[in-house]
Protein backbone atom coordinates (compact mmCIF):
# COMPACT_ATOMS: atom_id res chain seq x y z
CA UNK A 1 0.00 0.00 0.00
CA UNK A 2 1.28 3.41 -0.92
CA UNK A 3 1.57 6.33 1.59
CA UNK A 4 2.60 10.08 0.64
CA UNK A 5 3.38 12.14 3.44
CA UNK A 6 3.73 15.87 3.48
CA UNK A 7 5.31 17.73 5.94
CA UNK A 8 6.96 21.45 6.50
CA UNK A 9 4.33 23.77 5.75
CA UNK A 10 4.50 26.77 8.15
CA UNK A 11 3.64 30.52 8.16
CA UNK A 12 6.46 32.96 7.09
CA UNK A 13 7.03 36.73 6.01
CA UNK A 14 7.61 36.99 2.54
CA UNK A 15 11.46 36.69 1.56
CA UNK A 16 11.69 33.81 3.20
CA UNK A 17 12.08 29.89 2.84
CA UNK A 18 10.25 26.96 3.90
CA UNK A 19 11.64 22.98 2.87
CA UNK A 20 8.44 20.96 1.89
CA UNK A 21 9.10 17.14 2.35
CA UNK A 22 7.39 14.25 0.76
CA UNK A 23 7.65 10.59 2.01
CA UNK A 24 6.54 8.26 -0.33
CA UNK A 25 6.48 4.65 0.51
CA UNK A 26 5.04 1.71 -0.38
CA UNK A 27 6.21 2.36 -4.18
CA UNK A 28 7.06 -1.41 -6.07
CA UNK A 29 9.00 0.64 -8.91
CA UNK A 30 11.91 2.41 -8.99
CA UNK A 31 10.92 4.80 -11.95
CA UNK A 32 8.05 7.09 -10.85
CA UNK A 33 7.19 10.32 -11.03
CA UNK A 34 6.33 13.08 -7.96
CA UNK A 35 4.52 16.17 -8.44
CA UNK A 36 4.41 18.82 -5.99
CA UNK A 37 0.26 20.68 -6.09
CA UNK A 38 -0.69 23.93 -5.00
CA UNK A 39 -4.36 25.00 -4.32
CA UNK A 40 -5.19 28.19 -2.71
CA UNK A 41 -8.97 29.01 -1.64
CA UNK A 42 -11.01 30.22 -4.48
CA UNK A 43 -8.22 28.65 -7.06
CA UNK A 44 -7.66 25.86 -9.20
CA UNK A 45 -5.06 23.24 -8.45
CA UNK A 46 -2.00 24.06 -9.69
CA UNK A 47 0.60 22.03 -10.69
CA UNK A 48 3.90 23.50 -9.73
CA UNK A 49 6.66 20.91 -9.53
CA UNK A 50 7.83 17.28 -11.05
CA UNK A 51 10.29 15.36 -10.79
CA UNK A 52 10.92 11.96 -12.06
CA UNK A 53 12.69 9.74 -9.71
CA UNK A 54 15.04 7.10 -12.05
CA UNK A 55 15.51 8.94 -15.12
CA UNK A 56 16.04 12.78 -12.81
CA UNK A 57 13.79 14.62 -15.45
CA UNK A 58 12.36 17.93 -13.63
CA UNK A 59 9.68 19.89 -14.19
CA UNK A 60 9.11 23.75 -12.65
CA UNK A 61 6.12 25.67 -13.29
CA UNK A 62 6.81 29.79 -14.51
CA UNK A 63 5.36 30.83 -10.99
CA UNK A 64 8.25 29.01 -9.14
CA UNK A 65 10.92 28.69 -11.50
CA UNK A 66 13.92 30.20 -10.11
CA UNK A 67 12.70 30.01 -6.62
CA UNK A 68 12.08 25.91 -5.81
CA UNK A 69 14.25 23.62 -6.36
CA UNK A 70 13.76 19.75 -6.07
CA UNK A 71 16.36 17.57 -4.17
CA UNK A 72 15.98 13.82 -2.81
CA UNK A 73 17.33 11.13 -0.33
CA UNK A 74 16.72 7.86 -2.30
CA UNK A 75 17.25 6.04 0.67
CA UNK A 76 14.65 7.78 2.95
CA UNK A 77 12.13 7.85 -0.21
CA UNK A 78 11.84 11.36 0.59
CA UNK A 79 11.85 14.16 -2.19
CA UNK A 80 12.27 17.60 -0.65
CA UNK A 81 11.44 21.17 -2.31
CA UNK A 82 13.39 24.20 -1.16
CA UNK A 83 10.83 27.46 -1.67
CA UNK A 84 13.33 30.53 -1.53
CA UNK A 85 11.84 33.71 -2.21
CA UNK A 86 8.44 33.21 -0.86
CA UNK A 87 5.93 35.35 -1.99
CA UNK A 88 1.90 36.17 -0.56
CA UNK A 89 0.39 34.59 -3.72
CA UNK A 90 2.76 30.89 -2.78
CA UNK A 91 0.26 31.05 -0.02
CA UNK A 92 -2.23 27.39 -0.42
CA UNK A 93 -2.11 24.15 0.42
CA UNK A 94 0.82 21.73 -0.55
CA UNK A 95 0.48 18.68 -1.73
CA UNK A 96 2.24 15.49 -3.47
CA UNK A 97 1.58 12.92 -5.09
CA UNK A 98 3.20 9.93 -7.05
CA UNK A 99 2.47 7.97 -10.28
CA UNK A 100 4.40 4.71 -11.18
CA UNK A 101 6.17 5.37 -15.14
CA UNK A 102 4.44 3.48 -17.37
CA UNK A 103 4.68 3.05 -21.48
CA UNK A 104 5.85 6.59 -23.17
CA UNK A 105 6.07 9.77 -20.82
CA UNK A 106 3.72 11.80 -21.27
CA UNK A 107 5.39 14.64 -20.94
CA UNK A 108 5.80 17.28 -17.80
CA UNK A 109 3.11 20.16 -19.17
CA UNK A 110 0.06 17.35 -19.63
CA UNK A 111 1.26 15.42 -16.96
CA UNK A 112 1.18 18.38 -14.64
CA UNK A 113 -2.11 19.94 -15.96
CA UNK A 114 -4.14 16.12 -15.78
CA UNK A 115 -2.65 15.83 -12.75
CA UNK A 116 -2.91 11.77 -13.30
CA UNK A 117 -1.05 10.64 -10.34
CA UNK A 118 -2.61 7.61 -8.52
CA UNK A 119 -1.06 8.50 -4.76
CA UNK A 120 -1.85 11.63 -3.01
CA UNK A 121 -1.05 12.98 0.19
CA UNK A 122 -2.89 15.31 2.34
CA UNK A 123 -1.90 18.25 2.13
CA UNK A 124 0.78 20.70 3.86
CA UNK A 125 0.04 24.46 4.56
CA UNK A 126 2.12 27.13 3.70
CA UNK A 127 1.25 30.65 4.82
CA UNK A 128 2.93 33.58 3.57
CA UNK A 129 2.47 36.76 4.73
CA UNK A 130 3.71 40.48 3.47
Known amino acids: QVHMVESGGDSVQAGGSLTLSCVAS????????IGWFRQAPGKEREGIAG????????YYADSVKGRFTFSQDDAKNTVYLQMNNLRPDDTAMYTC???????????????????????WGQGTQVTVSS
Open 26 to 33: GLTSNSYY
Open 51 to 58: IWIGDGSR
Open 97 to 119: AAQIHRGPFPGWIMLMHTADFAY
